[in-house]
């Protein structure tokens, strides 16, 4: 009896830990699909297996989101799906190459422990703003998933923190779902022409290539090692990329939306209860079905959860990625590395520029530590 009751316990528990990303995914999907034209079936499809892909490989719940700086250009600028099946084919060839010939490996050297806290700090400040814009506007409801959240972590630890969450989300949905035909939108496998490969690798794959490797790659390793430890040993500098790279192709070729994992959804899975792979099946069967079954009504599911909860989660996972700091507090010049780059990052909401600054004063601060050299007469 024990025994299956200690089964329920951990499902429920993976269960929550798969959901725990929810607050980035669903409404950067809402607005692609939206306002950019995707597919439905195409972009949960191909999300749903990567996750599961992912898990299987990383032996972790591995997370799986739209390329975030990519993402919020072609929202801005309104360029069609094409375009951007392009881009994310263009990255994920860069993102290969890169991690075949070890030149992953090589660039990560440059990002120094104090470089990649700062882009956490950075990252974890950007959630919570984000987190505001969405719950501005359902404050109720923030704040009741707020208290959820509380007493849930604080008072009766035994229950995960998403699940009060989710049911309360989805008893508030159900009244925003609008009713559409069953079953999957029709894919189509197509190359990419060359004119939108140029127009998306100009516009969309040069402003996001770096931050995907200053987040995507070192710092979702470097987190991956924190929270996991042994259980992350297939976390690295090359299994990452590749991982993105493969992903982005065969999603870019049947019309799924450019995806990486990210430091931030790592933690989010983690701290909501993804302590294996699990969770990784659990989101990306979820997935996987929502883009089969409902593909037509997929948008009005995702865009009828409550918006305070997705922003609550948000602000919850922003908090706990800043607090990876925690091992470098006490190092004044690290902390001068870290709030370099995490306030630049912030304030000019563009991490590639935080973490280049953060490099910098870092090999600044390197040569003026040097000891001086001594000249014999």
């Known amino acids: 009896m024990r025994c299956s009751v200690n089964k329920v316990k951990q499902l429920i528990w993976d269960i929550s830990g798969a959901f725990g990303d929810i ?24 999300a749903g297996i990567f996750y599961i892909v992912s898990a299987y490989y990383f032996k972790i719940t591995m997370p799986v989101q739209p390329l975030k700086a990519m993402s919020a250009i072609a929202i801005a600028t309104g360029l069609g799906g094409e375009v951007i099946n392009a881009a994310g084919i263009a990255i994920g060839i860069i993102l290969l190459v890169i991690a075949v010939t070890g030149l992953s490996v090589t660039l990560g050297g440059i990002f120094h422990i104090p470089v990649i806290r700062g882009i956490q700090l950075g990252l974890g400040m950007m959630l919570i703003k984000a987190s505001l814009s969405l ?4 404050i109720p409801v923030a704040v009741t998933a707020g208290a959820f959240l509380i007493v849930s972590i604080f008072i009766i630890k035994r229950i995960p923190p998403l699940i009060p969450l989710m049911i309360f989300g989805i008893a508030l949905s ?16 197509k190359m990419p022409e060359l004119n939108n490969l140029w127009i998306g690798f100009t516009m969309l794959v040069l402003p996001q290539i770096a931050l995907t490797f200053g987040n995507a ?21 090359k299994s990452i990329p590749l991982s993105m790279g493969v992903a982005n192709i065969a999603s870019g070729m049947i019309g799924g ?7 931030g959804g790592l933690t989010a899975h983690c701290k909501f209860g993804a302590t294996t792979e699990r969770s990784g099946y659990i989101i990306g069967l979820t997935l996987i079905a929502l883009a089969l079954l409902f593909g037509y009504s997929a948008i009005s599911i995702v865009a009828a959860f409550p918006k305070g909860i997705l922003g609550m ?14 091992d470098v507090v006490g190092d004044k010049t690290a902390m ?40 014999e007469k």
């Open 23 to 46: 607050g980035v995914l669903f409404p950067i999907a809402v607005a692609l699909i939206a306002k950019n034209g995707f597919n439905p079936t195409a972009f949960f499809l191909m």
């Open 174 to 189: 159900l009244k925003g779902i609008k009713a559409a035909p069953a079953g999957p939108v029709v894919l189509a496998v």
């Open 257 to 263: 939306a450019p995806m990486c994992h990210g430091s």
């Open 135 to 138: 719950m501005i506007n359902d």
């Open 313 to 326: 989660l948000l602000c919850y996972v922003g908090v706990q990625h800043s607090l990876f700091i925690r």
């Open 336 to 375: 001068l590395i870290v709030s370099a780059t995490a306030i630049l990052g912030f304030l000019l909401n563009n991490l590639t520029i935080g973490f280049l600054s953060g490099i910098g004063i870092h090999y600044v601060l390197m040569g003026f530590a040097k000891p001086p050299r001594c000249f």
């Open 217 to 237: 790659i070192v710092a979702t390793e470097a987190t991956g090692k924190l929270l996991y430890g042994k259980r992350a040993v297939r976390l690295n500098l």
